[in-house]
């Protein structure tokens, strides 16, 4: 059963930290690209960050560099995402993802169409 669970949301005020686990079952994290993505309220899904496959290098959305960090632990099978410096527009249903691929285009955007598996994702709220 390959699947993924994806836990730690809940409510923190502004300039909190939060960190965010995903834990894979039924496939090895160790072989794929790993991802976390966001949609908040009245949005697309955008792309939160990720670790490529091919090369481990690591991607960030611009509003979140510097603040973020995205992590693999692959004795636990897990990954994670560290979130510092919280702002009320990081609010979000946050999803884990693991696939082929996390980038793509001249810029090597985040991407979201190179994933093939998908938690059901956790909500995070930040407000005062």
């Known amino acids: 059963q390959v699947q993924l669970v994806a836990s730690g949301g809940g409510l923190v005020q502004p300039g909190g930290s939060l960190i965010l686990s995903c834990a894979a079952s039924?496939?090895?994290?160790?072989?794929?690209?790993i991802g976390w993505f966001r949609q908040a309220p009245g949005k697309e899904r955008e792309g939160v960050s990720c670790?490529?496959?091919?090369?481990?290098?690591?991607y960030y959305e611009d509003s979140v560099q510097g603040r973020f960090t995205i992590a693999r632990d692959n004795a636990k099978n897990t990954m994670y995402l560290q979130m510092n410096s919280l702002k009320p527009e990081d609010t979000a249903v946050y999803y884990c993802?693991?696939?082929?691929?996390?980038?793509?285009?001249?810029?090597?955007?985040?991407?979201?169409?190179?994933?093939?598996?998908w938690g059901k994702g956790t909500l995070v709220t930040v407000s005062s």
């Open positions: 039924g496939f090895s994290l160790d072989y794929y690209a």
């Open positions: 993802a693991a696939g082929r691929f996390c980038t793509g285009g001249v810029d090597s955007e985040l991407v979201d169409y190179g994933m093939d598996y």
């Open positions: 670790i490529r496959t091919s090369d481990g290098s690591l």
